[in-house]
T-cell receptor, first 114, second 115 residues
């Protein structure tokens, strides 16, 4: 089992729709969860972080965390063509020797079509 | 804004060459990381450093070494480049305070081609 798994995609949604991106993780001791967006040929950029169970909203983005189910998701409301990118889920394990290391999922390619 | 600067955007090297990839961050971050990113394999951690002169192996350290002589600079060294090291190399840094939760800031990446 991979440490961090994302829905394989690619995911295609029409402009204005809600895009839902999902991620599961295997280590119950994981503490912090991040979503990165990566445009083609560019490096990843951090768009959301979440640490506690529940929802966290930032503009059109909502991150959802359920530690009991070891599940984290990202919802993008009112999707725009500029949201077309690869979305990476990243998880930070707990423990004093983690040094903030993140483990990344394989990424989900999102395409928003006009 | 935190800036993580990678010295080269594109590099072409010959098999057997010693290759240096440089990364500099300007926000006094303790942690620095080197990843490579390949289609279908995602981001894989090569090495990381949590302090000057301190380094830890990641998941795929074979064929690589690192150097961190100053807090702001973290270098990745390919001792003898091989074609299977053709990849996108990404440097990242992060703040670390105990169990505090901080994400990475990535550099713009170096696309290395070994011929």
């Amino acid at each position: 089992q991979k440490e961090v798994e994302q829905n394989s995609g690619p995911l295609s949604v029409p402009e204005g729709a809600i895009a839902s991106l999902n991620c599961t993780y295997s280590d119950r001791g994981s503490q912090s969860f991040f979503w990165y967006r990566q445009y083609s040929g560019k490096s990843p950029e951090l768009i959301m972080s979440i640490y506690s169970n529940g929802d966290k909203e930032d503009g059109r983005f909502t991150a959802q965390l359920n530690k009991a189910s070891q599940y984290v998701s990202l919802l993008i409301r009112d999707s725009q063509p500029s949201d077309s990118a690869t979305y990476l889920c990243a998880v930070k394990k707990g423990g004093g020797t983690s040094y903030g290391k993140l483990t990344f999922g394989q990424g989900t390619i999102l395409t928003v079509h006009p | 804004d935190v800036k993580v600067t990678q010295s080269s955007r594109y590099l072409v090297k010959r098999t057997g060459e010693k290759v240096f990839l440089e990364c500099v961050q300007d926000m006094d971050h303790e942690n620095m990381f080197w990843y490579r990113q390949d289609p279908g394999l995602g981001l894989r951690l090569i090495y990381f450093s949590y302090d000057v002169k301190m380094k830890e192996k990641g998941d795929i350290p074979e064929g690589y070494s690192v150097s961190r002589e100053k807090k702001e600079r973290f270098s990745l060294i390919l001792e003898s480049a091989s074609t299977n090291q053709t990849s996108m190399y990404l440097c990242a840094s992060s703040l670390y305070l105990g169990e505090a939760n901080y994400g990475y800031t990535f550099g713009s990446g170096t696309r290395l081609t070994v011929v």
